[in-house]
C-alpha cells in the first residue's frame, strides 16, 4: 500500500466553481500535511501546510486534515484560470510522500 | 532573494553514460532534498542531506546513484551507466532546518536514449 493515494483526475471546471481535491494516507502517525502547486516544466510550489488535525485558511484555499478517517482535502474558492495546474498532496512522516497529482483546468 | 537552482535544466545522454546535475539551494539552507519524478507521478524521495552529511539516503534505487554535498551547499546528483528507465525530471528542494517548508527547483530534465 502506498503511503498517499490521490485521484489523478484530470478535473475540469468553469471560472469561478468551487474545487475539492482529496487524498488518502496509510499512517495513523503522520502528523504534517501539505499541498503543493506545480505549473507544467516547473518544480512544486508550497500553497498550504497542515500540522494534526483541522481546517487552515488562505484566502481562496482551505486545507482541512481528518485524521480519524486519515483524509486530506484542498478547497479551491472562486477558481480562476491561473489556478489551472497540478495539485500535490505530500505528508511527512520518516521522509516526505508526494501523491500522484491532480490536474486541474479552469475554464473561462 | 534567488531560489533553488538546478543545471543543467535539460540533458540528454546515451545510456551507458555518466551524468552530473547540480542544485544550488537557497542560501543557509542547510536541508538539501533530491526528487524523481516521473510523467504523470508525483516526486518520489532520493536522497536527504542535512549540512554535508546525508541523513536518508533510503530512496537511492540502487547503487548507480550517489549524490554529494562536500560544503554543505551545493550538491551534485551521480547516476552512472545510466539506463532509460531513468528517464525523469530530477527535482532538488531546500528548507530551513527543522522546518517543513521546502523550497523546489525547477528540475532538471534527464533523457537517455
Known amino acids: 500500500q502506498k503511503e498517499v493515494e490521490q485521484d489523478p483526475g484530470p478535473l475540469s471546471v468553469p471560472e469561478g466553481a468551487i474545487v475539492s481535491l482529496n487524498c488518502t494516507y496509510s499512517n495513523s502517525a503522520f502528523q504534517y500535511f501539505m499541498w503543493y502547486r506545480q505549473y507544467s516544466r516547473k518544480g512544486p510550489e508550497l500553497l498550504m501546510y497542515?500540522?494534526?488535525?483541522g481546517n487552515k485558511e488562505d484566502g481562496r484555499f482551505t486545507a482541512q486534515v481528518d485524521k480519524s478517517s486519515k483524509y486530506i482535502s484542498l478547497f479551491i474558492r472562486d477558481s480562476q484560470p491561473s489556478d489551472s495546474a497540478t495539485y500535490l498532496c505530500?505528508?511527512?512522516?520518516?521522509?516526505?510522500?508526494f501523491g500522484t497529482g491532480t490536474s486541474l483546468t479552469v475554464i473561462p | 532573494g534567488a531560489g533553488v537552482s538546478q543545471t543543467p535544466s535539460n540533458k540528454v545522454t546515451e545510456k551507458g553514460k555518466y551524468v552530473e546535475l547540480r542544485c544550488d539551494p537557497i542560501s543557509g539552507h542547510t536541508a538539501l532534498y533530491w526528487y524523481r519524478q516521473s510523467l504523470g507521478q508525483g516526486p518520489e524521495f532520493l536522497i536527504y542531506?542535512?549540512?554535508?552529511?546525508?541523513?536518508?539516503d533510503s530512496g537511492l534505487p540502487n547503487d548507480r546513484f550517489f549524490a554529494v554535498r562536500p560544503e554543505g551547499s551545493v550538491s551534485t546528483l551521480k547516476i552512472q551507466r545510466t539506463e532509460r528507465g531513468d528517464s525523469a525530471v530530477y527535482l532538488c528542494a531546500s528548507s530551513l532546518a527543522g522546518r517543513e517548508t521546502q523550497y523546489f527547483g525547477p528540475g532538471t530534465r534527464l533523457l537517455v536514449l
Open positions: 497542515t500540522y494534526s488535525s
Open positions: 505530500a505528508i511527512h512522516g520518516n521522509q516526505f510522500y
Open positions: 542531506f542535512q549540512g554535508t552529511g546525508a541523513a536518508d
